[in-house]
């Protein structure tokens, strides 16, 4: 174990290290706010069709964006597009700490999918940063401690939440995301550093607009480009990205509402998920290299798919909880086995572009909240 330990660690340098910083905090402020969006958007006179329509317009800029995202990423400084989606989140956040309804929200969430041209610079630092040989070691040891922060954070929001009401808990939780936010862009802006010696050019409006109309007269070559494999691996995240957006933000809903557990029982479920999580993600990404991405990534579907109909067949507070267990065991081998396998197939002079075209490889299985992040791609989103 002690051997296993620093094997991994030896990877936490560089920009992983701050990576694995910034993505502590971030994933702490995530970890309670996502799982609870809903009830927000509840307590603020919406209902269900609502709850669907802030989750579609978090996504739609990505429609746009992530086209234009890829072709910056392989051109222009990442660091900066880092920072700048840092600043922005936290002013569409701010947004949705004094939201007086839940059209406010909508519209922070329809704007937030403005900096969605961040994951492609993200996806592709961290690959650029890793060895080919031990980039399944690496992704398990850097969602473990990126990961660590998260698993008090939903019992914490179900508290506040329990405590101080939906409207008025919420609120206080997207106000510490915001802080948050502040915090790691910060960090990028101070510590992160360019790896790649290609020549990019500076970000200037006519870098945007020259970068609009290649990234969408290059979309039908790039999807040619990619080898038979690539693709496949594209159709599994798909059908993992259709089943998040029908399913996840109505997880907490389904829980409290039809189920009849409490905020504060859903956090500690999600608690006891997220220590799962993080006791197995260095044990994975093990797996990973050693099994082969592939057959860990089909033990990892095949898991999700025997349990996730579980969760509305079951009743009571454990058998809930074991459900969401099994799922996270299918998340921690699913996540390193596909972001290596997307690394491993993406070639490095185009991973800008096919990173924003199908995701960095995050497969989202029995997620909670919204979809989104590294792992959508504008290929996806439709």
């Given at each position: 174990?002690?051997l296993m330990?620093r ?10 290290r701050v ?5 502590l905090?971030?994933n702490?402020?995530?970890?309670m706010?996502?799982?609870y ?8 006179g919406g209902d ?6 802030v989750?579609?317009l978090?996504q739609?800029?990505g429609?746009?964006l ?7 990423t ?9 920072v ?6 936290s002013?569409?956040l701010?947004?949705?700490v ?10 922070a ?6 900096v ?6 993200y ?15 690496g992704?398990?040891m850097l ?6 922060s998260?698993i008090f954070a939903?019992?914490i ?5 329990e405590?101080l009401?939906?409207n ?7 106000g510490?995301?915001l802080?948050l936010?502040?915090i790691?862009?910060?960090?990028c802006?101070r ?7 290609a020549?990019r ?9 020259n970068?609009l ?9 790039l999807?040619?480009q ?5 693709k496949?691996l ?6 993992s990205?259709?089943a998040q957006?029908?399913?996840?933000a109505?997880?907490?809903?389904y829980a409290?509402e ?11 479920i999600?608690l ?13 990404g ?6 082969g991405r592939t057959?860990?990534?089909?033990a990892a579907?095949?898991?999700?798919t025997?349990?996730?109909p579980?969760?509305v067949?079951?009743?009571?507070f454990?058998?809930?909880m ?5 799922l ?6 699913a996540?390193p086995?596909?972001m290596?396998?997307?690394a491993d197939?993406v ?8 990173m924003a075209?199908i995701?960095?490889?995050?497969i ?8 989104g ?9 439709p």
């Amino acid at each position: 174990m002690i051997l296993m330990l620093r094997s991994s660690f030896r990877h936490i340098t560089g920009n992983i290290r701050v990576f694995a910083i910034t993505d502590l905090l971030g994933n702490f402020g995530r970890s309670m706010v996502f799982p609870y969006a809903s009830l927000y958007i509840l307590a603020l006179g919406g209902d269900a069709a609502q709850i669907g329509l802030v989750a579609f317009l978090g996504q739609l800029a990505g429609l746009v964006l992530l086209p234009i995202a890829g072709h910056i990423t392989d051109h222009a400084d990442r660091i900066r597009l880092l920072v700048l989606a840092g600043f922005l989140s936290s002013l569409f956040l701010a947004m949705i700490v004094i939201a007086p309804s839940w059209q406010m929200v909508a519209l922070a969430s329809l704007l937030s999918g403005l900096v969605v041209f961040q994951f492609p610079a993200y996806a592709s630092l961290v690959a650029d940063a890793l060895a080919p040989e031990s980039r399944g070691q690496g992704i398990g040891m850097l969602n473990t401690i990126s990961s660590s922060s998260s698993i008090f954070a939903p019992y914490i929001a179900g508290l506040v939440i329990e405590r101080l009401s939906a409207n008025l808990g919420m609120r206080i939780l997207y106000g510490v995301m915001l802080g948050l936010a502040l915090i790691t862009a910060f960090i990028c802006m101070r510590f992160l550093k360019e790896s790649s010696a290609a020549p990019r050019s500076p970000l200037h409006l006519n870098v945007l607009l020259n970068a609009l109309k290649l990234a969408y007269r290059c979309i039908p070559d790039l999807v040619r480009q990619m080898p038979r494999s690539l693709k496949a691996l594209a159709l599994v995240i798909v059908l993992s990205f259709i089943a998040q957006a029908m399913t996840g933000a109505f997880w907490v809903v389904y829980a409290v509402e039809q189920a009849g557990l409490s905020a504060t029982q859903w956090g500690l479920i999600l608690l006891v998920e997220a220590v799962v999580r993080m006791g197995l993600f260095m044990p994975a990404g093990l797996l990973v290299d050693r099994w082969g991405r592939t057959t860990t990534l089909l033990a990892a579907l095949i898991i999700s798919t025997l349990a996730t109909p579980l969760f509305v067949v079951l009743h009571g507070f454990v058998a809930i909880m074991l459900v969401r267990v099994v799922l996270a065991v299918a998340f921690v081998l699913a996540i390193p086995a596909c972001m290596a396998l997307m690394a491993d197939l993406v070639p490095r002079a185009t991973r800008g572009q096919m990173m924003a075209a199908i995701g960095q490889g995050g497969i989202m299985l029995g997620a909670v909240g919204s979809p989104g992040g590294p792992a959508v791609g504008y290929l996806i989103i439709p």
